[in-house]
């Protein structure tokens, strides 16, 4: 148990669903952000939201829209996904300091198959 | 521009041997260097941090080192088990990334029983 909570674990969508990946932290943490891990790849930084404000965004297609109510928890809608999409995705948590991004903390992943 | 290496991507050896794994980086501008675990299908986790000012860090069985200077992070176990079967990642956090980590690409551990 990591103090961060992922649901769904897994998710089968099709290319023209609307579902939602949801992400809570139960650390204090102030930033939290989202992760996509496809296979034989690096992780790759999706978005950042330090204090609810979004921080980073490594140019993530628009059929991605994060959304973070409060430091607790982040939300990634997803709509007209391709199957290229089809990938782990993860939340993280850390506590940052100024520049620092500090001890991440993930949660156990979203499975997300597109068909 | 900060890259992270991991050699080797794999690595199997036999229950009960200490190993090392190895953690490279161009740019000693960072603020800190994390190993992580990753087993199957799963999330990662957060095994030992260390910070820029720090020459190793220990927990249990892992010993973890960072030399800023020649760019290396070592993630030594002792007395492997079969349940240390996982995939390693490292990270920095370089000087000049907006709440960005640098990831190495992992090593992959089996330890035969």
């Known amino acids: 148990e990591t103090g961060v909570t992922q649901t769904p674990r897994h998710l089968v969508m099709g290319m023209t669903n609307k579902k939602s990946l949801k992400c809570e932290q139960h650390?204090?943490?102030?930033?939290m952000y989202w992760y996509k891990q496809s296979a034989k790849k690096p992780l790759e930084l999706m978005f950042v939201?330090?204090?609810?404000?979004?921080?980073e965004n490594n140019s993530v297609p628009s059929r991605f829209s994060p959304e973070c109510p409060n430091s607790s928890h982040l939300f990634l809608h997803l709509h007209t996904l391709q199957p290229e999409d089809s990938a782990l995705y993860l939340c993280?948590?850390?506590?940052?300091?100024?520049?620092?991004?500090?001890?991440?903390?993930f949660g156990e992943g979203s499975r997300l198959t597109v068909l | 521009k900060q890259e992270v290496t991991q050699i080797p991507a794999a690595l199997s050896v036999p229950e009960g041997e200490n190993l090392v794994l190895n953690c490279s980086f161009t740019d000693s501008a960072i603020y800190n260097l994390q190993w992580f675990r990753q087993d199957p299908g799963k999330g990662l986790t957060s095994l030992l941090l260390i910070q820029s000012s720090q020459r190793e860090q220990t927990s249990g069985r892992l010993n973890a080192s960072l030399d800023k200077s020649s760019g290396r992070s070592t993630l030594y176990i002792a007395a492997s088990q079969p349940g240390d079967s996982a995939t390693y990642l490292c990270a920095v956090d370089p000087h000049d990334s907006n709440y960005q980590l640098i990831w190495g690409a992992g090593t992959k551990l089996i330890i035969k029983p």
């Open positions: 650390l204090g943490h102030n930033a």
């Open positions: 939201y330090n204090f609810k404000e979004q921080t």
């Open positions: 993280a948590s850390s506590r940052t300091s100024g520049r620092l991004i500090g001890e991440l903390f």
